[in-house]
């Protein structure tokens, strides 16, 4: 699997578990600490997540990074 998979795999999970928690871009964004349009753009697959920034949204989202990264 090449890189660009495995970094679509990621935004898609971390897009299924903010819409699992019903929350909104804005709320993760104030949740994270992170700006909206950084969160959309990787939620898009236009950004690749740095491990801070994957590790701040998994706390906000209260999942472990390692479960956003499992099989990948």
């Known amino acids: 699997m090449n890189t ?3 970094e679509k795999k990621v935004s898609k999970r971390l ?3 903010r819409s699992e928690l ?3 871009q804005n709320e993760l964004a104030r949740k994270s ?3 909206r ?3 959309n753009r990787i939620e ?3 950004f690749s997540p740095s491990l801070r920034t994957l590790f701040m949204l998994c706390s ?3 999942v472990k990074p390692s ?3 499992k099989d990948i």
Request: charged content about 35%; cysteine-free.
């Open 4 to 6: 660009e998979v495995k």
């Open 15 to 17: 897009k299924a578990r």
């Open 22 to 24: 019903n929350i909104s």
């Open 33 to 35: 600490g992170l700006e």
């Open 37 to 39: 349009k950084t969160i």
């Open 44 to 46: 898009n697959g236009h």
């Open 60 to 62: 906000a989202m209260k």
């Open 67 to 69: 479960d956003m990264l």
